[in-house]
């Protein structure tokens, strides 16, 4: 078990799970003053160890706190965002909505988009980009978030039209070069936080991010890139209900949720390529986050069970690859307390993401089963298999919505030393 209370006041926020993940002064003051090319002189064992032990170097300052609920000052970085994103999902309904400040720009990034398995409704090409009125806060384009209270309830609004897409994302029109055809849409939902926030690598398990960090190319460029301002955040698991309007069909939504909060410089070719993953199968949700550099690989998350939130111990991932498409199906298989977790994602709906020319993001609600079914053992090593077999009618399953990007520029040329 986690700890986690969802009715905490501890004053100083949500208490961490875990210790920090990032390597502290101490590692970086061996890798100074060791030669170049520390992962030559340190065998991974020894890694391993350096990291378990700066993993408890974070300051309680970085927990989430009710005050990181508000705008974020702009530090004059001019990558700077800061980004509140809701995911939810229901059966045959997926809903995800975005605000990203671009202070540097002058902007914001606004998405919303509904997913069925028949049509999607977004935004014109997806996402829209609005300069200017950088002072309206998290309403923007029809779009409001506002923080009833903070880490514990959300309101999200919408108002205007939304672009009808087929299941593949391409926009519907009536004739070849005719406009796109578009819906009025109108969502009234409220989040209702149902635990308290998750840091992406600092709640995830310890174990597994020493051993990760034991495993990577640990040499001064890594070292430099971990310590440079990263972006911080949090997500929070809960529930999404209102009602959702497209033209005259008026239906109630009440789904799983994920509340996503970030800020801090964004690249998003940063990662050659990445995957986020929220998933819901009967009374279990799960959220895993995958990431791959040239130097290291990340990876972690948590299975929320009815008994509590635990955080992933292991992680193995299989992916049925299409060439410029999402995934037909990603399998999972979890180590976590509480017993293995094997999971299969089917994409039934996709919608394709250019991210500012260095990252292509695909966006997929996807239908869960149990891979191979309930009984079957996990083992993240070697990750669950990929069938495509008819399913059982009656079979359980459920829903969720997996996010996978990739770096689009070519790596720049290591220099010689």
């Avoid at 009967?282 to 986050?289: Q, W």
Wanted: charged share 25%; hydrophobic share 40%.
């Amino acid at each position: 078990m986690s700890g986690r209370d969802s009715h905490s006041e501890d004053s100083r926020g949500p208490r961490p799970l875990h210790p920090h993940v990032e390597p502290g002064p101490a590692a970086s003051e061996l890798a100074t003053s060791a030669a170049p090319g520390l992962s030559g002189l340190l065998r991974r064992g020894v890694k391993a160890a350096i990291a378990r032990w700066a993993v408890l170097r974070r300051p309680a300052s970085e927990w989430p706190r009710p005050q990181d609920e508000a705008r974020h000052a702009w530090d004059g970085r001019p990558h700077f965002a800061e980004e509140f994103v809701f995911t939810a999902v229901q059966p045959e309904l997926g809903v995800l909505a975005r605000l990203e400040w671009l202070p540097g720009r002058d902007a914001h990034r606004v998405w919303l988009t509904l997913f069925t398995p028949t049509a999607i409704y977004s935004l014109p090409g997806g996402q829209a980009l609005l300069r200017g009125d950088g002072e309206r806060g998290w309403s923007v384009g029809g779009l409001t978030f506002d923080c009833v209270e903070p880490l514990r309830t959300w309101t999200l609004r919408y108002r205007g039209a939304l672009h009808v897409h087929d299941p593949r994302g391409r926009p519907l029109r009536p004739a070849g070069d005719a406009p796109a055809e578009s819906i009025e849409a109108r969502l009234d939902l409220t989040f209702l936080a149902g635990l308290l926030p998750f840091v992406p690598g600092t709640d995830d398990d310890p174990d597994l991010v020493a051993r990760q960090l034991g495993a990577a190319e640990w040499d001064t460029r890594l070292l430099r890139a971990v310590r440079r301002h990263p972006l911080r955040g949090y997500v929070q698991a809960g529930d999404l209900h209102g009602t959702i309007t497209l033209g005259g069909d008026l239906r109630a939504f009440g789904g799983a949720a994920l509340r996503v909060h970030n800020w801090g410089v964004r690249d998003w070719g940063a990662s050659d390529a990445a995957m986020q993953c929220f998933l819901t199968l009967g009374p279990l949700r799960t959220f895993v986050h995958t990431a791959r550099f040239p130097w290291v690989n990340l990876s972690g998350g948590f299975v929320q069970r009815p008994g509590g939130v635990v955080p992933i111990r292991d992680l193995g991932v299989t992916q049925e690859r299409r060439p410029g498409r999402a995934p037909a199906r990603t399998g999972l298989a979890v180590e976590a307390p509480g017993g293995p977790l094997a999971l299969e994602a089917e994409t039934v709906a996709e919608l394709p993401l250019d991210m500012d020319g260095r990252g292509h993001l695909d966006i997929a609600l996807v239908r869960v089963h149990a891979a191979g079914g309930s009984e079957r053992p996990a083992r993240a090593s070697d990750g669950p298999r990929l069938v495509g077999a008819v399913r059982p009618p009656d079979e359980p399953q459920g829903w969720g919505l997996c996010f996978t990007q990739h770096r689009l520029l070519p790596r720049p040329t290591p220099r010689s030393t």
